[in-house]
């Protein structure tokens, strides 16, 4: 694998009752570190296309700013090689914001709306929206499906840290049979 989508490895015993904690590794099985509790209750999902965005940033200069961002340790690599999806297939997307030094960022895809698990410990969406915003190590669960088939952006709105390696794009296919 080019090691650019993390998998989840199941480790149950970091975190309460009823949690399950997903952390993440490279597809060479390197530990990328951050994890996050999810509900795992038997059933209480239904089945979906899981994939996992770490939002991350580089300080290439030591300056305590960011110079480069990236999708899963590498800038723009959803832009030059978007995620493919299926038509009408349920996303289940585990968003993680591991930018340092910008106390806030936003996340947004297009064209869609997406129901929004906040830490992902309820079975319950709290909102639907199209844009999050998240601090320094907070995550998300959201879930979606795209009705039409077509290429369809996701990024954080902060202009700079898309233009600087936070630009992806969801490759929806049609709808396979």
């Known amino acids: 694998g080019l090691g650019i989508a993390p998998s989840l490895l199941l480790a149950s015993e970091l975190c309460g009752g009823g949690y399950t904690s997903l952390n993440l590794s490279s597809t060479d099985g390197s530990s990328l570190n951050p994890h ?13 296309d899981e994939m996992v ?7 290439i200069n030591d300056d305590e700013k960011n110079e480069l ?20 297939q349920l996303i289940r997307l585990y968003v993680l914001n591991m930018i340092e030094f910008d106390p806030a960022i936003t996340f947004h895809i297009h064209a869609n709306f997406f129901q ?6 309820t079975l319950t969406p709290q909102e639907e929206s199209d ?20 290429k ?23 709808a396979m049979g």
């Open 131 to 150: 844009v999050i915003t998240m601090g320094t190590a907070e995550r998300h669960l959201l879930e979606f499906a795209y009705p039409f088939p077509g």
């Open 53 to 59: 965005l770490v939002l991350g940033g580089y300080d």
């Open 69 to 88: 961002y990236a999708f899963n340790g590498i800038p723009n690599v959803f832009r030059d090689r978007p995620i493919a999806i299926r038509q009408h």
């Open 36 to 48: 996050l509790c999810v509900h795992s209750s038997p059933g209480g999902r239904p089945p979906a």
């Open 152 to 174: 369809y952006m996701f990024h954080p709105h902060q202009d700079y840290i898309a233009e600087h390696g936070c630009m992806g794009l969801f490759d929806v296919l049609p």
């Open 116 to 121: 929004l698990y906040r830490t992902g410990m």
